[in-house]
């Protein structure tokens, strides 16, 4: 089955700073890559995916980077923010049949005023 | 609120004790999974369902598990003879045939086994 690892799991950045986080998958049929935002207590949020016809996307101060050869795809957080606080937890889904992903273990972002 | 609902979202029980869980997903969405989340984990896949139909279930979920969608809406996931072990964060997620590959979280249903 798949396999999903990411690193760091706690990061901590000064507000201003950019925040990068990044994962590798063992399964070449994955093809969606999503990126979920959890807040202590809160349910994960989707805060950005990206599908593997594509190399990277962006939203706003959010952009993804996905490396296919090498099966790894990194998240990339600029002029962070006191709010961007939080769990963010990467996944790997297959294109067909169920999508079920698998979900990185998280990280622990800290932005420090 | 139109998204993913979960009911409880807080349960205590005693150990040996049956609980089960109730998953309202978005209306127009016809799969459904469960997930458990423990601390400083990723959500783990339990089961998913496409409309009423159970299509998946993971080696995670034990024979004291057991999850329905009766009639393709809301799901329920029950645990018998709840133990220590099961206490975790219940996580179900929603997905349309559309949208594929795109899930939508509820907010949970904290269980602590006593």
């Known amino acids: 089955g798949e396999n999903v690892e990411q690193h760091p799991s706690t990061l901590s950045v000064q507000e201003g700073d950019s925040a990068v986080i990044k994962c590798t998958y063992s399964?070449?049929?994955?093809?969606?890559f999503p990126w979920y935002k959890q807040e202590l207590g809160k349910r994960p949020q989707l805060i950005i995916d990206?599908?593997?016809?594509?190399g990277e996307k962006k939203d706003q101060r959010i952009a993804v980077t996905l490396n296919k050869t090498a099966k790894h795809f990194s998240l990339h957080i600029t002029e962070t923010q006191p709010e961007d606080s939080a769990v963010y937890f990467c996944?790997?889904?297959?294109?067909?049949?169920?999508?079920?992903?698998?979900f990185g273990r998280g990280t622990s972002l800290i932005v420090h005023p | 609120d139109t998204g993913v609902s979960q009911n409880p979202r807080h349960k205590i029980t005693k150990r040996g004790q049956n609980v089960t869980f109730r998953c309202d997903p978005i209306?127009?969405?016809?799969?459904l999974y469960w997930y458990r989340q423990t601390l400083g984990q990723g959500p783990e896949f339990l089961t998913y369902?496409?409309?009423?139909?159970?299509?998946?279930k993971s080696r995670l979920l034990s024979d004291r598990f057991s999850a329905e969608r009766p009639k393709g809406s809301f799901s329920t996931l029950e645990i018998q003879r709840t133990e220590q072990g099961d206490s975790a964060m219940y996580l179900c997620?929603?997905?349309?045939?559309?949208?594929?590959?795109?899930?939508?979280f509820g907010p949970g249903t904290r269980l602590t086994v006593l």
């Open positions: 209306s127009e969405h016809n799969r």
């Open positions: 997620a929603s997905g349309s045939q559309v949208r594929y590959n795109e899930q939508f």
């Open positions: 399964d070449s049929a994955s093809n969606y």
């Open positions: 996944a790997a889904s297959p294109s067909g049949g169920s999508y079920i992903p698998t």
């Open positions: 369902f496409q409309n009423e139909a159970q299509l998946e």
């Open positions: 990206i599908r593997s016809n594509v």
